[in-house]
């Protein structure tokens, strides 16, 4: 792939307004501190700050930290305050079809008497706050309003299952779930109460004192009296003032959990300065965000990291109006996000490459038929985007022009680390290419050596950044171990990579047991225990296996229990039950494509699981060198049995 030659210099007029000038390369690479400072002092600081860096501590650093801000304050009343307020904040579309339209005015007042209901409800700075909700307004408000009053927020993704979110509760001791009845997806009224109920029935989840509900689709839902309030009543009762009042830089801002390489979900823990310096600047300069006159628009959910740097924060930092929608891409058919960027004239979309892939498999007419003119900027983000994706995106959505940006980062990194710049970078389909201003990265072997061009190795960050994780919550040990113990005070993204024969960069893809499915990052070892707590089964691996629109889909292999398999029933049966307990116990986004109920599974002589062998036969190719297994035919009696149909 790195044979790629088509290269797609700005356009002059382009390059012309363009927010990035290349001069911001050579700035950030003679003072790359001063260039930080210089992004932060674009924020309203309370209390300024003096010190930029601290890494006396590494790897916990401390960035701007004799600093105070209010990043509710910098993404809201300043707006306000500078005479924006009239300007819209967000245009919402429900799945239904129904619209709402928010100034900064209005979206700051509705923030404010939201921040006041957490002051009633006891909630204090430090606190924790689990947010669980579809993407609605009110979920915008919701993580505003705990970011405001010095809360920290933890938002569970609405497609985890009630298992995933007592997990994640528990661990951050969360004092309030806010949330909603339920959310509009794919034509209909989707339940998310009931889930929240069971993560705390039975008293699991102590730490839980109250549940904000917003009503969203009005079902029944079931009420616990002293325990459950309902968000409009809340808020209208609440006065819409407040003042916001400045942080440590290094206040906690909130936890997000992700998959990594064990079963237990790590919770990414971000503070506030440095994040949101990042946010804000890669939001503005890797988007081209003229803010009084573009429309942006990102797909991600409030569950994911991007939902939150690119819709929840860096947007409104920046003063952006925004397009969120709740729904799925194909209610009620696969036109309506081309109908939704042309009825609100969206100038940026930022979207995942599985989608991409998903509207390139059914073919140009849909968004031909729509005027999708105003689109002047395209990004990608969450896997490598194919080269045929990437041209079909600039073509049919983009217009034959618009700049695509690939942006690779990471829940850990808080904030876009590698991404061409539009209107300065002559841009490569499929390559992520280059480091941003200020961040600093190499490819190393496994030894530390550093590798040159065209030498695939591991992708790593060698300079600390502002909106870098600052660590896992509640364990700082597992934080120092997964990213900073391969290579003495450098950051290990877990990612492979390689510069091409022009200096461009390749993203290659995990380089541990985490898969990425439509963009979801989905870790082998949660998968697995959460099917050998399924009594059928005695052992399970899982592996990510490549797919055409997915990029990986989950594909698990199990021995069934000696003493079940009568009960288990067919392979057929088997793999159904199966496929709903992951569903079950995780959410539906883990859920197997295929299960494959096999005999023995491949291991070295010490015990470990061969996955890349594994993954061979999940891809249909013939096995790779087995000398290492412990039992050399237990291969051919997989593939033998996978062949036969069974
Ligand atoms: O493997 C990389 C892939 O997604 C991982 C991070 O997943 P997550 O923390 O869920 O964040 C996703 C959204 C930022 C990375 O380790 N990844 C992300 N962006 C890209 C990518 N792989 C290739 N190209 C990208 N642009």
Redo the contacts with the bound molecule.
Sequence with gaps: MSQETRHFAPSSDFAKNAIAQPELYAEAKADRLGFWAKQANRLHWHKPFTQILDWSEAPFARWFHDGELNISYNCLDRHVEAGNGDRVAIHFEGEPGDTRTLTYAQLTKEVKRAANVLINLGIKPGDRVAIYMPMIPEAIVAMQAVARIGAVHSVVFGGFSADSLSTRIEDAQAKLVITADGGYRKGKASALKPAVDLALDGGKCPSVKNVLVVKRTNQEVSWKEGRDLDWAEQLAAASDEHEAKGFNAEHPLFILY?SGTTGKPKGILHSTGGYLTQAAYTHKNVFDLHENTDVYWCTADIG???GHSYVAYGPFANGATQVIYEGTPDSPDWSRWWKIVEKYKVSILYTAPTAIRSFMKLGEEMPNAHDLSSIRVLG?????INPEAWMWYRNVIGGGKAPIV???????TGAIMISPLPGVTTLKPGS?QIALPGIEIKILDDEGKELGREEPGLLTITEPWPSMLRGIWGDPDRFKETYWSKFEGIYF???GAKFDDEGDLW?L??VDDVM?VS???LSTAEIESALVSHPYVAEAAVVGAKDETTGQAVVAFVILRQDQLKAAGSDADVSKILRDHVTKEIGPIARPRTIMVVAELPKTRSGKIMRRLLRDVAEDRPVGDVTTLADTSVMDIISGKIAGGA
């Design positions: 992700t994911w990291i991007t990608s983000v969450g896997e490598p690939d942006t690779w980062w990471q829940t850990e992520a993204a877990g990612d993203l893809g995990r990425n963009g979801h990052r």
